[in-house]
């Protein structure tokens, strides 16, 4: 099982929008993170090892000025 953590992205995307989940992998592979992207219409999330959700939240925290994002995290148990 992969203990995730669930990181809300309080954005409304457009889902044609293209390079916004680029944006965020490319700041989280500069501390090698993994992560999961489910994207829907009002909110996108992303799952990442719970271990580094911290991490992952100063990794986003990086590009929230320019992309105007609003993080939230809690963990979760999500068998992957």
Known sequence: MFRAAWIL???????AAVGITA????????????CNVVAGAYH????VPYELAQT???ALAEVQDTA????????QSLPL
């Open 9 to 15: 992205l309080e954005i409304q995307t457009d889902l």
């Open 56 to 58: 992952a939240l100063q």
């Open 23 to 34: 944006a965020l992998a490319e700041a989280l592979t500069e501390y090698n993170i993994s």
């Open 44 to 47: 996108d999330y992303l799952l």
């Open 68 to 75: 105007r994002l609003h993080l939230h995290c809690s963990s």
